[in-house]
């Protein structure tokens, strides 16, 4: 057995998870070179090491804290390793992303139980995380968003044309399949095996009583993953943040459902390829373009301007799901500060709520919260 191999599994205080299980025999966890000298060699500049520990701490405490204990102390760690701040300083500015670490991390050796746990298992496995951190986005496909969503959809015209960019595997263009609990608010699931999502709705929010019709849907994503492909799926698994038990079920429940009947999803994007996708919506359809957590990603603040001219010049309805801070001009417009961490969910740029990122409540902004 090799080193690697040693380090791996549910040795030394790291427990197997889907992934680690999926990429042994990937090519991944081959013998491993020691990166240790070629971090060194790299010197990363001091402003850079710090720019990336002020990242990790950010996450620690804005997100980490209060949701994953384990990832808040790895993260917290990482800021404090010169090792491991080497070791991101060696990769592309957007591979830095503390998801994408801990994932990829798990993804490989499975989940350690603490910082110096990770620590060593990063030493030893530098090559293949930094494999998987290269060759993997973080694609976290939340379907209890739809949660959020769905009393936006509700008040459209019916029937609907879903088309999501930035879809991942397209779990959250199955919003009819799945059932929701607002408290005592009730909505069906279409089956006894798809996933109910619960939601906290503050009295303000419009309650659905059902999931419109929905006539069509097709998403688009750069790398769209495939939910029956085994590893591809287990990436997914690993993106759910370890203490998320119940969350993980619901999204193999989900999954299980897209592995059934898999959305359309095309490979392109948003800004070349939007218009091509949704050519082929059916006449008498209202057309929704949405996206949750995926503008981010557009560094370009320009470009994310030009997306949403794209949407309008398609006549569609645009529903944005995303950090205040991605469209400042939207977020401007909100007399009312959301919770912290909270998403900005907008209808044609005009806000209408404060949305958890995974979907767990949603604050509807109550009449002379928004500014014309």
């Known amino acids: 057995m090799r080193a690697s191999e040693r380090d791996c599994g549910g040795r030394s205080g790291l ?20 990166l240790i000298p070629s971090i060194i060699r790299a010197m990363p500049s001091v402003s850079l090491t710090d720019s990336i520990a002020a990242r990790f701490l950010r996450f620690a405490a804005a997100e980490a804290d209060g949701s994953s204990p384990l990832y808040a102390a790895l993260a917290r760690g990482v800021a404090a390793d010169p090792f491991a701040l080497g070791f991101l300083a060696g990769l592309p500015s957007d591979k830095r992303q503390p998801n994408l670490m801990f994932a990829a991390l798990r993804h490989v050796c499975g989940t350690p139980s603490d910082w110096p746990r ?4 990063l030493r030893a496995n530098a090559e293949p995380v930094r494999a998987v951190m290269l ?13 959020t969503l769905l009393p936006v959809l509700a008040r459209l015209k019916a029937p609907l044309a879903l088309l999501e960019v930035g879809a991942s595997a397209g779990l959250c263009l199955l919003p009819d399949h799945y059932g929701y609990a607002y408290g005592s608010h009730q909505i069906a699931a279409a089956s006894p095996d798809a996933p109910t999502f619960p939601a906290r709705a503050n009295d303000a929010t419009p309650l659905p009583v059902a999931c419109p019709p929905i006539a069509w849907r097709a998403g688009l994503d750069l790398a769209p993953i495939k939910l029956r492909d085994p590893e591809q799926a287990a990436w997914l698994e690993t993106l759910v943040w370890p203490e998320h038990t119940k969350r993980l079920r619901r999204l193999r429940a989900a ?3 897209g592995q059934a009947e898999p959305p359309p999803l095309h490979q392109g994007d948003l800004l070349s390829d939007l218009a091509a996708v949704a050519c082929t919506v059916p006449a008498g359809a209202t057309l929704v373009v949405f996206h949750s957590a995926v503008l981010a990603y557009v560094r370009n603040t320009t470009d994310r301007r030009r997306f949403a001219a794209a949407v309008r010049d398609l006549g569609a309805v645009w529903v944005s799901n995303e950090a205040p801070g991605v469209f400042p001009a939207i977020a401007a417009r909100v007399t009312c500060r959301g919770r ?3 998403f900005l969910l907008a209808v044609d740029g005009t806000p209408v709520a404060w949305t958890h990122p995974h979907g767990a409540w949603i604050d509807w902004l109550e009449p002379g919260a928004v500014s014309d």
Do not use: Y
Not at 17 to 25: D, I
Not at 118 to 121: E, F, G, L, V, W
Not at 135 to 147: D, I, L
């Open 15 to 34: 427990a197997m998870t889907p992934g680690a299980r999926h990429s042994r025999g990937s090519g991944l966890s081959a013998a491993v070179p020691d």
């Open 255 to 257: 999954i299980r459902l």
């Open 118 to 121: 990770a620590r060593a298992t």
């Open 340 to 342: 912290d961490g909270a």
């Open 135 to 147: 060759a993997r986005r973080t694609q976290t496909n939340e379907p209890a968003r739809c949660a």
